[in-house]
């Protein structure tokens, strides 16, 4: 029970609707080899990635898939004898499941994002041999982040209204900047993360621990679909497969892999999601936590990890773009700058928010709108851009205008 | 009109009630010098701290109230002729302030604790020659901290519900640990540490910036009463001095210097507690800021000191243990760096195969080996692994996991 030769026909054939179709020959047996590969191994598979990564996807597949030889390529990747025989023991049961889950991508409308194509992101590069071969995904390839600064916002399913309410503004908030918010799609924290990307019509990344085409948790079914209309929902393992508790775990070390940083809104003592920060902080990545009340068993976790691993303390979007080593200030000041210099009237936009706003009574983003002559989106896009430069501030009724503060230091 | 001679008969009969009536004469005339000193100076002389250290209070005095001489002493002192000079005219027109005082500290009941004394909390010369000359005292004078490990707990006056609670309970913690609680008697954090130790019968001092005589705020005078009959009020201005804004200050550094670490419960992002926090890392001492939720005006101080002076994040009693160097007691919970040691590659094989079981119908091991992408005989053994365990189970058709097995740590 062989695979069939990858040949450019082939490779056509089966990846019709999930590569480009103006690729290349070898760009397409290439991508195909990597689509093959993710259906054979699990995520994390570090002989694969050493194969792959001596002798490139097609001649790895080629030593993979046969029974004997290939010694010398193991051994210039680093490989004993012996852990190639023992990764095609657990490669050869699962050749025959390849055309299913090529088929199940193409039911699923999915795209394959590889090593190759420009929407790759490259961060995911510091697993090593560890890397995914391959991203099934659904949506804006763009929202992966290849191309901006990228941050996981991740947390506590169980999160409370507080946590989510953070998330919900964070997110928003490094979204407008222009970050990409990558979070797991989990009930709690994670979609919080991704809605609050989605309010601002920024990019976000649903990263899955099954494939793509079997929305999980079956409750967030909406919103996956509204995050692969708005953003992207990926996967490393193709269509059909099922997400488990290991893939949870690899999913986990991947949302840290693609995010410049990663922020744990709110966690339990537990939480999963310190898992991921772990991952961060072994790929030497930006670790914020956002503290919360110390009886509150929900924020637990993140004062484990203020404490433990002195994580950065993470209270508002502006820690969070410094966090990205991004000046939030320059880089609104920059976005004005554009603005002006294309004659869009940019600076004059901000000056109508602010002369909408009051400095005493908190104003909802309607009536701002209103009043400046703006649609709700763009001016809350606007009003986002004065909070990171502190001239507007949030508050429960709405926003006001901030009253002037002298840069002050703590002494 | 200078100050009469400390001759023992009269350091006796000025220190009646205030010095203990069994010292040596020429113990007694040390601590009238040093009583005498303490009205004559702001807190926090260093030209009266360096001729102190450098002669002893008794000479240094004599220098001090003469109008000339005494260049040999303030040359060894290091200080120039003319710092000597300017502070005589500082301290000269208190002379005539320094019969009353020590009257209103006989009125009050107050007591004179002095570096010579057993009482006296040597972590105050770390203030080198802005040390306080000596210490006026209400109460029980062992609880200055003398002779146990005492921590500094201080915040803001409007603290919210949260701070309070926070304050009181830390404070009554670290108290039943022995840990004298040290702070400022201001309405707020600084109230309810003192309440927090006095609850449990703990040693507490409230420091105060003006005499022990005048409660201070007015509306803590119950209080005040409080903690001088179950703990101390100290100061170490003399009695009828009023609280300046200055001996705020220097107050505040004597919180920190009297504490081997500080704790800030609850502060507002300009809160003066802030300032007993800078003293506290000026001197070297461990800083600890409890966090908060981030949306909460009355915790951005907090915030402020984690994420710009690196203090520790508390969240319980045991944080301010640790915070103190002493190990009130083993942990039960492992810490994350120690948890995510135990993340080997044999803990994930064994999740994998886990994940690859049914809870209901047994899977030949064939089956489980190709859903966990594993050979057959590594899964063999692994399920032997877990068998042993009592996590899996052995069927007639193959294997299913057990009912009831442990849960997994996720590092």
Redesign the interface.
């Known amino acids: 029970m062989n695979l069939p030769e990858p040949t450019p026909e082939r490779a056509r054939s089966e990846l019709a609707g999930i590569a480009d179709p103006l690729s290349e020959d070898d760009d397409l047996v290439v991508a195909y080899a990597r689509a093959i590969w993710s259906c054979l191994?699990?995520p994390g598979?570090r002989v694969a990635g050493a194969l792959i990564a001596t002798c490139g996807p097609v001649r790895a597949l080629e030593i993979a898939v046969a029974s004997t030889g290939g010694a010398d390529v193991a051994h210039a990747a680093g490989l004993e004898p012996r852990e190639l025989d023992?990764a095609?023991?657990?490669?050869h049961?699962?050749r025959g499941d390849v055309a299913e889950r090529m088929a199940a991508g193409r039911r699923a409308g999915a795209r394959l994002v590889t090593p190759e194509d420009h929407a790759w992101p490259e961060r995911v590069a510091d697993l090593g041999p560890f890397a995914p071969v391959c991203l099934w995904v659904l949506g804006d390839v763009d929202a992966l982040g290849a191309a901006c600064p990228a941050v996981a916002m991740v947390g506590s399913r169980a999160a409370s209204a507080?946590g989510d309410?953070?998330a919900e503004d964070l997110a928003a908030g490094a979204a407008t900047a222009g970050v990409a918010v990558i979070s797991g799609a989990a009930y709690g924290i994670d979609g919080s993360a991704h809605r609050g990307a989605l309010a601002v019509g920024g990019a976000t990344t649903a990263l899955l621990a099954g494939g793509v085409d079997r929305p999980y948790p079956a409750g967030h079914r909406e919103l996956l679909e509204r995050i692969a209309a708005g953003g992207t929902v990926a996967a490393e393992v193709p269509c059909g497969s099922s997400p488990?508790?290991?893939?949870f775990?690899a999913r986990n070390r991947l949302i840290a892999a693609m995010s410049d940083a990663t922020v744990v809104v709110e966690a339990g003592?537990?939480s999963?999601s310190?898992?991921t920060a772990?991952h961060a902080a072994a790929l030497g990545r930006p670790l914020g936590a956002?503290?919360?009340?110390?009886?509150s068993a929900s924020?637990?976790g993140c004062?484990?990890?203020?404490?433990?691993?002195?994580a950065?303390?993470?209270?508002?979007v502006a820690?969070v773009m410094e966090l990205l080593g991004l000046d939030a200030r320059a880089l609104n000041a920059r976005t004005v700058a554009e603005a002006s210099q294309t004659g869009e009237q940019g600076a004059g936009d901000l000056t109508r928010i602010l002369d909408a706003l009051s400095d005493r009574s908190a104003r909802s983003g309607h009536d701002i709108a209103r009043r400046a002559g703006f649609g709700s989106d763009e001016a809350t896009a606007l009003l986002g851009l004065l909070e990171l430069e502190g001239t507007v501030e949030r508050r429960p009724g709405g926003w006001v205008r901030a009253r002037h503060r002298a840069a002050?230091t703590?002494?």
Chains 1, 2 share one sequence.
């Open positions: 191994v699990e598979d023992k095609r023991s657990r490669w049961p699962r507080y309410l953070l488990t508790k290991w893939r775990l003592w537990r999963g310190l898992n772990h956002v503290p919360g009340p110390v009886t924020s637990a004062h484990r990890l203020l404490r433990e691993v002195q950065e303390c993470i209270t508002s820690d002050a703590l002494w």
